[in-house]
């Protein structure tokens, strides 16, 4: 199985800060990566799609980025909406598995 | 408007079994890959399977034996029967359709979920 491995597990940040995660996989996995945000209480939201695609209707301030093994997610100018938690997962393979969570916290 | 919603979840104690339901509406569940994703209280996201349009099935290496999925297309409906569980079963269980994308899917529809609970 493909191991997906996010850093840093929490992250504290302000409004209008540039906030980076990292995703790595055990194996590499070309492009096919997704990130997910996920609320308190609600279902996760898909944001990014083969490690750069934006999902229709999220906010240009999300980028995603990276091949092979190495991938990151930046929200280039953090908003209060976007305190969450953000998950990898990997689309390479028939079992899919998710990073272990990147929690964005106020400072 | 594109919905998924689930139902089923409960208390059940070790050993015994429960099936999820999730009823789709604005798409066909049956021409779309679906997935279960399942969360244990304070944890992360765990994939528990998927079920392709042409009805081939894949399973977590921790649930395979014990849960099966299927789909009754009569009803646009996907389903989750859970076997044999154990406490560490215990999750808010997502339904989620799988979008392609040059042959790799993305789960771009969560419904929000419904709680299972094993305990004696």
């Known amino acids: 199985d493909i191991q997906m491995t996010q850093s840093p597990s929490s992250v504290s940040a302000s409004v209008g800060d540039r906030v980076t995660i990292t995703c790595r996989a055990s194996?590499?996995?070309?492009?096919?990566l997704a990130w997910y945000q996920q609320k308190p209480g609600k279902a996760p939201k898909l944001l990014i799609y083969?490690?750069?695609s934006l999902q229709s209707g999220v906010p240009s301030r999300f980028s995603g980025s990276g091949s092979g093994t190495d991938f990151t997610l930046t929200i280039s100018s953090l908003q209060p909406e976007d305190f969450a938690t953000y998950y990898c997962?990997?689309?390479?393979?028939?079992?899919?598995?998710f990073g272990q969570g990147t929690k964005v916290e106020i400072k | 408007e594109v919905q998924l919603v689930e139902s089923g979840g409960g208390l059940v104690q070790p050993g015994g079994s429960l099936r999820l339901s999730c009823a789709a509406s604005?798409?066909?569940?049956?021409?779309?890959?679906m997935s279960w994703v399942r969360q244990a209280p304070g944890k992360g996201l765990e994939w528990v399977s998927v079920?392709?349009?042409?009805?081939?099935?894949y399973y977590a290496d921790s649930v395979k034996g014990r849960f099966t999925i299927s789909r009754d297309n009569s009803k646009n409906t996907l389903y989750l029967q859970m076997n044999s569980l154990r406490a560490e079963d215990t999750a808010v269980y997502y339904c989620?359709?799988?979008?392609?994308?040059?042959?790799?899917?993305?789960?771009?529809?969560w419904g929000k979920g419904t709680t299972v609970t094993v305990s004696s």
């Open positions: 989620a359709r799988e979008e392609g994308y040059y042959s790799h899917y993305y789960m771009d529809v």
């Open positions: 604005g798409f066909t569940v049956s021409s779309n890959y």
């Open positions: 079920i392709y349009s042409g009805g081939s099935t």
């Open positions: 194996q590499g996995i070309s492009s096919w």
């Open positions: 083969a490690a750069s």
């Open positions: 997962q990997q689309a390479n393979s028939f079992l899919r598995t």
